[in-house]
Nanobody, 124 residues
Framework: VQLVESGGGLVQAGGSLRLSCSVS????????LGWFRQAPGKEREFVAA????????VYGDSVKGRFTISKDDRKNTLYLQMESMKREDTGVYYC??????????????????WGQGTQVTVSS
């Protein structure tokens, strides 16, 4: 499977941005999907994940109440809607897929496919 992120860019603090992740290949609905980010000099951080059914969503503590993960099985696309953005949201955002996994996963090590990343910069 191939994953391609888009929608990154520069946004002011307090603003909004929506990231998309296009997933190629068959059986999109049989993947658990997630978003991670990495800021300069920091380790990769879990942002959000969604189960293959879409019924379960989990979020990292730093984004709860501000970010929303969703997916469209007809378009084979994963989304991350980001609201009330903060400077600390700056980083490269990656989408990830875990094949034939039902659950929403916060552990990066459990994903087997990754996108190339898209840069998000939040200015004050």
């Amino acid at each position: 499977v191939q994953l391609v992120e888009s929608g990154g860019g520069l946004v002011q603090a307090g603003g909004s941005l929506r990231l998309s992740c296009s997933v190629s290949g068959r059986s999109f609905s049989s993947y658990a999907l997630g978003w991670f980010r990495q800021a300069p000099g920091k380790e990769r951080e879990f942002v959000a994940a969604i189960s293959w059914s879409g019924d379960t969503r989990v979020y990292g503590d730093s984004v709860k109440g501000r970010f929303t993960i969703s997916k469209d099985d007809r378009k084979n696309t994963l989304y991350l809607q980001m609201e009330s953005m903060k400077r600390e949201d700056t980083g490269v955002y990656y989408c990830a897929a875990a094949r034939k996994v039902k659950y929403a996963l916060a552990d990066a090590g459990l994903y087997d496919s990754w996108g190339q990343g898209t840069q998000v910069t939040v200015s004050s």
